[in-house]
């Protein structure tokens, strides 16, 4: 959802501003620019496109400068045009800014611009901040004040880098949209960025920027203050993921690198949070921390909802009332909460904003608050009263699926905290499960070595009437992440379903050409065997994923994809990795953009 970044060092910042971009190119990748301090001057370079014809470009006119800034978009207001790609500048070309999130009043400002004689050129809201800031500059502001002046008038979500001309470094802030500051002291080098990953191969120091603060980056290192202009002491602290995270390391794609990570993420996940006596020992939360929670709601988006839903069931048959909620739709139809009620937002990136929106809301109205989220410092792991890690480590791929799994690690020993605190007992399952989940970094490792997803995908690469994708329990949440990995990336129809669902209308769209994915967990599989039978009596060819062990499945559907036998409650994040490698082959056989799907971003920080 738009990536900045930002540079200033002793020698020429191009090739690393543009490095940074790359590294966040998973937040937007429909045009991207460069802004640098040349002399005295400002210079800008953008396009429409890809960031390695920006570095094409950009090093044809050999651009150069110590202090840069640089952005990459993701379009929400405007086409992904040269005009509309950020950064943008003032009338006189001595300011220029790059953005994330949006200008909620944008249109009032370029309306009380325009009228003072301010020329725009672009549809975006972000056009008005150098205007604003050339404005402020003309009544005699310094640069600090002028980008301070002007960070006032903007409501919305934002996160701002600015360069003036004449001022040596760049001026940001954030609200609502993420920023962070990487201190190279070694190298004399100070970066700012959305994301840490932007910076990661030079520097693991970062200190977190908050909300209002106002960050100068020079070539004499860094300041930060307040919203009301008070020294601000942030510490640095060093992120423990390594710039090797980070990278493709000999794979086609960081979706499937990231899908093979998955038994070391789901390591890191449980590494230490199961205790000798096989209880659940999350050091934040010792037993009873919960115990005063009556009712549990979850807040996710996309693949952290179904995460969330895999939770939900999970809490559900452990006795505790427990509700999955869109993050789009909890803040718009708030359902009551009160102290009792521990909301969860589940997050990957910690920032997407229909999620914070809802976590926001829930804390105003007075629930208990809690992030499961990846990102330490992200904006969910700061807002929430308390927050849970999933140590997944970076994730490139656009389209997630080690957070996925190791999110279900971390909710399934969550559930178990609360069933025990919030019952008063540990739940009938606890031990096999907590047993289970031990073993599931190896088992997952098994479905990676063993997988047939290949050879069934280029069987079934064609299914003209789309893909159906359905489960029951646990195997619900994986049938919908199932559908939606296989649209995002292979940009053909599929849709999920609860297994019972079909018969109630979607039946009416099944064909000998609408292949349907079953994932069986060992519970209720006899009714999802009814279901298969309803869709295959139509013609339709179905793919059963199932514990390896389980013949009857084998013998009632047309492909069978095998996963070891585990627990029920955990069959579905190894049915999910089978989901993952279908889905992974079929779009590379389409000769899909894999870790850039079209029309998508990776955080999304707008509403
Ligand atoms: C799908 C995907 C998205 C995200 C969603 C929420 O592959 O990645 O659906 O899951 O945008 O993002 P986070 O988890 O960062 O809140």
New binding site residues.
């Given amino acids: 959802m738009c990536g900045i970044t930002a540079c200033v060092g002793d020698d020429d910042v191009v090739e690393t501003v543009l490095a940074g971009l790359e590294n966040l190119e998973y937040r937007g990748y429909d045009s991207a620019g460069i802004a640098t301090l040349d002399g005295d001057g400002v210079s800008v370079l953008k396009r429409g496109g890809r960031i390695g014809d920006l570095s094409a470009e950009a090093a044809d006119r050999g651009i150069a400068g110590r202090i840069g800034i640089g952005h990459t978009r993701w379009s929400t207001h405007g086409a992904p045009t040269r005009e509309n790609a950020h950064p943008h500048t003032d009338c006189a070309g001595g300011v220029a800014v790059a953005h994330n999130g949006i200008i909620e009043n944008h249109a009032d400002l370029r309306a009380e611009l325009s009228a003072a004689g301010h020329e725009f050129d672009s549809e975006t809201d972000t056009e008005v901040v150098p205007h604003l800031i050339e404005e402020a500059l003309a009544t005699g502001d310094s640069p600090e004040e002028a980008f301070r002046r002007a960070a006032d008038r903007l409501e919305g979500s934002y996160a701002v880098a600015a360069l003036i001309a004449g001022h040596e470094g760049v001026l940001a802030t954030r609200r609502g949209s993420p920023l962070v500051l990487g201190v190279d002291e070694e190298g004399g080098r100070r970066f700012l960025a959305s994301d840490v990953p932007s910076f990661l191969e030079f520097t693991s120091r970062v200190v977190y920027i908050e909300d209002g603060d106002v960050v100068r980056i020079g070539p004499d290192g860094h300041e930060i203050a307040t919203a009301d202009g008070r020294p601000a002491d942030r510490d640095a602290e060093t992120v423990s993921w390594s710039p090797e995270d980070a990278e493709r390391d000999g794979y086609d794609h960081y979706m499937l690198k990231e899908i093979n990570e998955q038994p070391a993420a789901l390591e890191r996940a449980i590494r230490g949070r199961i205790a000798d006596d096989g209880s659940v020992d999350l050091a934040d939360f010792p037993s009873g921390s919960f115990a005063d929670v009556s009712e549990v709601h979850f807040l996710?988006?996309?693949?952290?909802?179904?995460a969330a839903v895999y939770a939900r069931q999970l809490l559900r048959d452990r006795g505790v009332p427990a509700h999955a909620f869109s993050?789009g739709e909890y803040a718009t139809t708030p359902p009551p909460v009160d102290e009792e009620t521990l909301v969860v937002a589940?997050?990957?990136?910690?920032?997407?904003a229909?999620?914070l929106a809802s976590l926001r809301s829930a804390g105003r109205r007075g629930a208990r608050t809690l992030a499961v989220?990846?990102v330490v410092g992200s904006t969910?792991a700061r807002e929430a009263d308390d927050a849970l890690f999933i140590r997944a480590g970076p994730e490139i791929g656009?389209?997630?699926?080690k957070?996925?799994s190791s999110?279900v690690a971390v909710l399934v020993l969550l559930t178990e905290l609360l069933a025990a605190d919030v019952t008063g007992s540990p739940s009938d399952d606890r031990d096999a499960v907590l047993e289970a989940l031990g073993r599931l970094p190896s088992a997952v490792g098994t479905v990676l070595s063993e997988s047939g997803a290949r050879l069934l995908a280029r069987r079934y690469v064609d299914g003209d009437d789309g893909r159906f994708f359905i489960g029951r329990g646990v195997g619900y949440p994986v049938a919908l992440e199932g559908a939606?990995?296989f649209k995002?990336i292979t940009y053909e129809h599929a849709e999920g379903f609860a297994a019972g669902e079909l018969k109630h209308g979607p039946l009416a769209l099944v064909t000998p050409n609408t292949p349907v994915l079953a994932v069986f967990t060992g519970r209720h599989d006899g009714k999802t065997l009814n279901n298969v039978q309803e869709v295959r009596s139509r013609g339709a060819p179905v793919i059963g994923v199932a514990g390896e062990g389980s013949d009857h499945v084998a013998n009632g559907v047309d492909e069978f994809l095998p996963v070891p036998d585990v627990h029920p409650d955990l069959a579905g994040v190894l049915a999910n990795v089978q989901l993952q490698l279908v889905s992974y082959h079929v779009a590379d056989m389409l000769d899909r953009s894999i870790d850039k799907p079209r029309n998508?971003a990776?955080?999304?920080t707008v509403e």
């Fill in positions: 996710a988006c996309g693949t952290s909802y179904h993050g589940v997050t990957q990136s910690g920032e997407t229909d999620t989220t990846n969910a656009v389209a997630a699926t957070t996925f999110q939606l990995k995002e998508l990776k955080s999304v």
